[in-house]
């Protein structure tokens, strides 16, 4: 694929791009905005719990996900030539499990920061995934004739609901 290929984004290349941005905004972006109330969730050992199981959930589920996959492995939503469809290990609960587990992370991270705008984001965030999942299954449908039955067997984002 020619450099000026990859801008013209045929296998996602943008999608990367926007996925980046919100990451980082979500990372390290502004908490909250001056004059907006304070934070209104309360804090306390279950905030906490919540929190930590988020955010040590959602990493560990990314990174199931990212190491079942192996050399199939692109942040691209168009899949390598090479690669091969994994229904196995944690694939076998959700279809995308390294963004649910970025999705947990995400609001894990807001609720550690307790930032309006970073619930935001997140929520942003999780919107994008979605999305962005749309076209990788699209592509994914044109691959592997027994994807479809995948998608039927199995919830794309969040286990057992959607």
Do not use: C
């Not at 801008?7 to 909250?32: D, F, H, M, N, S």
């Not at 304070?38 to 990212?66: H, K, N, Q």
């Not at 929520?123 to 995934?129: K, S």
Request: aromatic residues 14%; positive net charge; charged residues 15%.
């Amino acid at each position: 694929m020619t450099q000026t290929a990859r801008w013209k984004g045929l296998r996602g290349e943008w999608y990367v791009v926007a996925q980046i941005v919100l990451l980082a905004l979500i990372a390290a972006g502004p908490r909250t905005w001056n004059g907006w109330p304070p934070w209104p969730f309360p804090s306390g050992r279950w905030v906490s719990f919540a929190t930590a199981a988020l955010l040590a959930g959602g990493a560990s589920l990314a990174a199931a996900g990212a190491v079942r996959m192996g050399a199939s492995l692109t942040p691209l939503p168009a899949p390598r030539t090479e690669a091969k469809l994994i229904e196995s290990g944690v694939y076998r609960v959700v279809r995308h499990p390294m963004y649910t587990g970025v999705m947990m992370a995400s609001f894990g991270w807001a609720l550690l920061v307790e930032g309006w705008l970073t619930i935001g984001y997140a929520i942003a965030g999780a919107i994008f995934l979605d999305v962005k999942s749309r076209r990788e299954e699209k592509w994914l449908v044109e691959r592997f004739p027994s994807y479809p039955a995948y998608q039927r067997r199995v919830r794309k984002l969040i286990p057992f609901v959607y």
